[in-house]
Nanobody, 121 residues
Framework: QVQLVESGGGLVQPGGSLRLSCAAS????????MTWYRQAPGKQRELVAS???????NVANSVKGRFTISRDNRRNTMYLQMNSLKPEDTAVYYC???????????????WGPGTQVAVSP
């Protein structure tokens, strides 16, 4: 089992910045892809950004140029630097990881509990 803990959410004014963190712990084989999702009230959960173990990233068009995803493989931690925040960025942000067991060639995925980001004057 892998446990995920997100932190860094909060209330910020439009144009402000926040940095989210997602730390994985537990019985980790090897985390491949780490992803941030978000879900705004009344909307479906959407992908914000993902990063694989080599550092290759995929960023949603809605946040491209404003959000930067990164990770520290030694610490099994992922970050999301969010700049120029807009009210439409308000959502619960979730961390998702895929843990690969290369010996058995099986994957398991895990979700964090989420952290609230609110952008408001």
């Amino acid at each position: 089992q892998v446990q995920l803990v997100e932190s860094g959410g909060g209330l910020v004014q439009p144009g402000g910045s926040l940095r989210l963190s997602c730390a994985a712990s537990g019985n980790i084989f090897g985390i491949s892809v780490m992803t941030w999702y978000r879900q705004a009230p009344g909307k479906q959960r959407e992908l914000v950004a993902s990063i694989d173990r080599s550092g290759t990233t995929n960023v949603a068009n809605s946040v491209k140029g404003r959000f930067t995803i990164s990770r520290d493989n030694r610490r099994n931690t992922m970050y999301l630097q969010m700049n120029s925040l807009k009210p439409e960025d308000t959502a619960v942000y979730y961390c998702h990881v895929v843990d690969e067991d290369k010996f058995t060639q099986t994957n398991a995925d895990y979700w964090g509990p989420g952290t609230q980001v609110a952008v408001s004057p």
